[in-house]
């Protein structure tokens, strides 16, 4: 089922999202940030249906019911790999396959 899936997912990230929330204290940095504050000169300020978790993770979820694909505009100055594996160019507008059992997510990779 897809909340076991979630609850799964949710448990393997756990880790990571313990040593974000011990960053976020020390920093006062938020753990969910919109666009247009990680990337503030790349005109994400209308952008409200993905935003970056930590500092190397896009997230896009699905927000439309019965769409299964995912549009998104990704940051410049970076490589991006979509959790298929497709590595994606920064500045690029790509539609990615979402069924409703996949969450859209990027991961970051300094050129």
């Known amino acids: 089922s897809y909340c076991l899936d979630a609850a799964k997912k949710h448990k393997e990230i756990a880790p990571e999202i313990i040593r974000l929330v011990n960053e976020s204290r020390r920093s006062g940095e938020p753990i969910v940030k919109p666009m247009a504050y990680e990337f503030p000169e790349e ?9 970056i978790f930590g500092k190397n993770t896009l ?8 769409h299964i694909t ?10 991006w ?10 500045g690029e507008t790509v539609t ?6 996949v969450l859209p997510v990027f991961t ?3 050129i």
């Open 43 to 51: 005109n994400y300020e209308t952008v409200k249906d993905y935003f």
């Open 81 to 90: 790999e979509y959790i298929d594996g497709t590595i994606y160019h920064g």
């Open 108 to 110: 970051k990779i300094e």
């Open 96 to 101: 990615v396959s979402a069924p409703i059992s």
């Open 59 to 66: 997230v896009a979820p699905v927000l439309e019911k019965g």
């Open 70 to 79: 995912k549009t998104v505009r990704l940051p410049k100055g970076f490589d």
